[in-house]
């Protein structure tokens, strides 16, 4: 499949794994969205009235009305059935969906449905551990180590997230981010406050070279308020970037209320400036070992550091519209990358969790979803939105 391919998982899907405090849910979350997919179904019937594909199910198929997660057909012998798709006229027994060329109708062979997964490969796995690389081949495909057994000793409340060069097993690696006289215990992933079976909520999007995981662990929270973590290869501002692969996440556990380590909901003022949790592989020099980074986007309009905090009236009174920022990745005084599927909204949480802007009224024609976001201890402190549409790149 296509390694520019956007896709969107979340846990309210039918069929997602559970993130909860307890050992081995991040990876199986991570399994799942990276490689897997989920909520298989086989057999299904097929029908084609021009370019327009019918796909129908003896009984409900669970897949979300709104159309937003992608799709993934394989096992048809009539290959223009097989790829991943947008579903759109979902009901519960059918969904639609397009293609090129004029097969043969109905489809026949084995064939099997799932909600799409990002395409990326498990490379090592052990007990409640993995490392992941994305399965683009123009990316850097730098391995992301996951220990979810419990690394830091809470009850399971946190995963451990590093970045190497290489990797032999799940344990053995070279070119270690962030380093450990950089953070010794890893970039933390947050799963959730209590040692318990209790689901918590998760969205993910990416594509075959990145990916950004959104987790809301704290239940005392009155509203939805998500963390993120992100790992990947940004879009390069430079002709050849081998080790341009980005890990940021927490740098501690923040496990109840107000928030502590986290800087990745937030910019720099500064291109100069760097944050916390923010390491890639190597300096854009490409000579060894992992540097920090920063995001930098429009500080001026939005008149806050926090994503989506503040700044410009929304609608805006002028012409009605919504005004967003790319989000570039600075490290020492350049401008190295662009975080691609990202963006921030120069407004004061305009849309509100879980809104989707419809790409024909979008800044960039792309379908926008909205994350309610936090940087410190506010619960009610930023948004940041989602392209789910792509290609990125």
């Given at each position: 499949?296509?390694?520019?391919?956007?896709?969107?998982?979340?846990?309210?899907?039918?069929?997602?794994?559970?993130?909860?405090?307890?050992?081995?849910?991040?990876?199986?979350?991570?399994?799942?969205?990276?490689?897997?997919?989920?909520?298989?179904?086989?057999?299904?019937?097929?029908?084609?009235?021009?370019?327009?594909?019918?796909?129908?199910?003896?009984?409900?198929?669970?897949?979300?009305?709104?159309?937003?997660?992608?799709?993934?057909?394989?096992?048809?012998?009539?290959?223009?059935?097989?790829?991943?798709?947008?579903?759109?006229?979902?009901?519960?027994?059918?969904?639609?969906?397009?293609?090129?060329?004029?097969?043969?109708?109905?489809?026949?062979?084995?064939?099997?449905?799932?909600?799409?997964?990002?395409?990326?490969?498990?490379?090592?796995?052990?007990?409640?551990?993995?490392?992941?690389?994305?399965?683009?081949?123009?990316?850097?495909?730098?391995?992301?180590?996951?220990?979810?057994?419990?690394?830091?000793?809470?009850?399971?409340?946190?995963?451990?997230?590093?970045?190497?060069?290489?990797?032999?097993?799940?344990?053995?690696?070279?070119?270690?981010?962030?380093?450990?006289?950089?953070?010794?215990?890893?970039?933390?992933?947050?799963?959730?406050?209590?040692?318990?079976?209790?689901?918590?909520?998760?969205?993910?999007?990416?594509?075959?070279?990145?990916?950004?995981?959104?987790?809301?662990?704290?239940?005392?929270?009155?509203?939805p308020v998500y963390r993120q973590f992100h790992f990947g290869d940004p879009c390069s501002e430079m002709a050849s970037d081998p080790y341009g692969c980005l890990i940021y996440g927490d740098f501690g556990t923040a496990s109840s209320w107000p928030y502590t380590n986290n800087e990745t909901m937030n910019i720099v003022s500064a291109i100069s400036t760097t944050q916390g949790g923010h390491y890639y592989a190597r300096a854009y020099t490409q000579t060894a070992a992992a540097v920090s980074a920063g995001k930098i986007g429009n500080q001026a309009l939005q008149n806050n550091l926090s994503i989506g905090a503040g700044g410009l009236a929304y609608p805006a009174p002028h012409n009605n519209g919504l005004y967003i920022a790319p989000l570039f990745m600075v490290e020492s005084s350049i401008v190295r990358a662009q975080l691609k599927g990202i963006w921030q909204p120069l407004h004061l949480r305009p849309l509100g969790h879980g809104t989707v802007l419809a790409a024909n009224v979008s800044p960039i024609a792309r379908r926008l979803y909205a994350v309610r976001t936090t940087y410190s201890n506010s619960n009610n402190d930023g948004e940041t939105h989602l392209d789910i549409d792509g290609p990125w790149r």
């Open positions: 499949m296509s390694g520019t391919t956007v896709c969107l998982l979340r846990s309210t899907d039918t069929g997602a794994p559970v993130l909860n405090g307890v050992a081995g849910s991040c990876v199986a979350v991570l399994d799942a969205c990276l490689k897997d997919g989920y909520n298989s179904h086989t057999n299904p019937v097929f029908t084609r009235v021009g370019s327009t594909v019918t796909v129908t199910y003896a009984t409900a198929h669970g897949y979300a009305a709104d159309g937003l997660s992608k799709i993934q057909v394989s096992g048809c012998v009539e290959t223009e059935y097989n790829g991943i798709f947008t579903p759109f006229n979902v009901t519960t027994l059918t969904f639609d969906y397009t293609i090129t060329g004029t097969p043969d109708t109905p489809a026949t062979g084995t064939r099997i449905t799932k909600v799409a997964p990002c395409g990326w490969s498990k490379a090592f796995a052990g007990t409640n551990k993995a490392a992941y690389r994305g399965n683009e081949v123009t990316g850097t495909r730098l391995y992301l180590r996951v220990d979810d057994a419990n690394p830091h000793a809470n009850g399971s409340l946190t995963a451990k997230m590093v970045g190497y060069e290489t990797m032999s097993d799940v344990d053995t690696g070279t070119g270690l981010f962030p380093t450990v006289l950089q953070i010794a215990t890893g970039v933390w992933c947050n799963k959730s406050d209590v040692s318990s079976s209790a689901a918590k909520e998760w969205l993910l999007v990416g594509d075959g070279f990145e990916f950004h995981f959104f987790m809301r662990h704290v239940a005392n929270c009155t509203i």
